[in-house]
């Protein structure tokens, strides 16, 4: 018996990146010593309160089956925070409660395209968008965001790519590139969006963590609102991101459907985690500030560290908890260099590659240690490109 199509054509490309990680696993519990600079998870835990709040809601009952959509009392705070963050009028019937960004994209692609419809997303890109637009039968299209441009997308190149699709899919703050959409490239969306009638799909679960610019979520410009599902996240926030919990805020109609959806997938999100999630998004801002600072603090580490070496160029880092660096002058590629400073220093970083073409010559560190072990890693990166670039 053979597999369906859809999964078994979910990745097709392959990906250099992962094995690096998986190799870094083995060699940690193979007691070897690894520094882990390849994924975008905290080494913090979630902070005890959340925890406690999640358990004191589980232990009052609330294990049971709970509403679809989210509960109505999540719905309501995530349309609040967005109405604020975004000044576009959000209420409860524009949300729905998802199993984490990752889901709530799949959610809104299964809404807005049909099978063989092509999306458009940009490269760099956070590499689950191609199997993910696969797994709802979509085309993916990818559009080069090229490092001479700040990694930001061009119009035209939007433009031409957008002939005859459905979706556009962005990801403003970025990952891997650490890019925030300035205005003329959210125009230039806003132009290609409207002029090729897409969707637009905005994954927007690093809006906490921007440290140069400004983010605006393009459900904020005129008109864009009805086209557009927003993506966010407790995940990155608010230490989250085993809890599995998220959000897409779109216009009510789609939102509905999207309702409908879930009763075939999850049949909702756990009311517990949802209480839990509630809290954090209410009575948290303490760690949703702490952990932002955090990251803005590593940030500045690297900044200070990497800054005019030798075989090193940083991307500008404007925003999310990542650090792409320019690794070209060291005359290797990303997966070489990678492999080579894994097996040598036994430090693990993801090659630019692995994001898509376009990074293509870099590397990206998650800044997710403690700042001292951040500094010693870095210190060893930029000794490890500077012999290289020799
Ligand atoms: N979108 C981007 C750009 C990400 O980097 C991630 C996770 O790293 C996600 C979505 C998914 O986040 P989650 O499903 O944990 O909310």
């Known amino acids: ?90 209420g409860p019937e524009n949300v729905i409660v998802c199993s984490g960004g990752q889901a709530a994209l799949f959610a809104a692609l299964m809404a807005v395209i049909d099978p063989g419809d092509r999306v458009v997303f940009i490269d760099p890109y ?5 199997g993910t637009i696969r797994a709802c039968s979509g085309v993916p299209v990818a559009v080069a965001a090229r490092p001479e441009h700040g990694f930001e997308p061009a119009a ?26 300035g205005p003329q490239t959210l125009a230039g969306i806003a132009d290609v969006a409207e002029s090729h009638d897409l969707w637009l799909i905005s994954d927007e679960v690093y809006e906490t963590q921007v440290w140069d610019g400004t983010h605006v979520s393009p459900r904020a410009l005129p008109g864009l609102a009805e086209r557009t599902v927003a993506l966010g996240s407790m995940s990155k926030s608010h230490v989250m991101t085993g809890w599995r919990v998220g ?18 997938t999850t049949y909702g999100i756990p009311g517990f ?33 990497l800054e005019g070496t030798n075989g090193l160029r940083l991307v500008p880092a404007r925003a999310a908890m990542y650090a792409m660096l320019d690794i070209r002058a060291t005359g290797m590629t990303g997966p070489d260099f990678a ?38 890693a870095l210190t060893t990166i930029v000794r490890f490109a500077a012999d290289r670039a020799r």
């Open 126 to 130: 956070y590499p689950t968008y191609p």
């Open 156 to 181: 035209e190149d939007l433009g031409a790519a957008a002939n005859g699709a459905q979706a556009l899919l962005m990801n403003s703050p970025n990952n891997p590139t650490g890019a925030v959409y």
């Open 273 to 305: 985690i949802q209480d839990a999630a509630h809290f954090a998004l209410t009575e948290g801002t303490d760690i949703e500030t702490g952990t932002t600072a955090n990251y803005r603090r590593r940030r500045d580490i690297v900044v200070r560290l």
């Open 247 to 264: 959000w897409a805020v779109g216009p009510a109609e789609l939102i509905a459907y999207m309702g409908e959806l879930s009763i075939s």
């Open 1 to 90: 018996m053979e597999p369906s199509r859809r999964v078994s054509t979910l990745h097709a490309g392959g990906d250099s990146g992962w094995a690096i990680y998986f190799r870094a696993l083995a060699m940690r519990e193979a007691g070897q010593p690894v520094t882990m600079l390849a994924v975008g998870d905290h080494h913090e835990t979630t902070p005890e309160p959340v925890i406690a709040h999640m358990a004191a809601s589980a232990r009052g009952g609330h294990t049971g089956y709970t509403h679809i959509p989210g509960t109505p009392a999540l719905r309501e705070a995530i349309a609040r925070r967005v109405q604020t963050r975004t000044g576009v009028q959000t």
């Open 339 to 376: 492999w080579a400073l894994l097996e040598a220093e036994g430090i693990a970083v993801l090659p630019g590659e692995s994001f898509g073409e376009a990074a293509a010559g870099h590397v990206r560190l998650a800044l997710t240690l403690p700042d001292a072990e951040l500094e010693a």
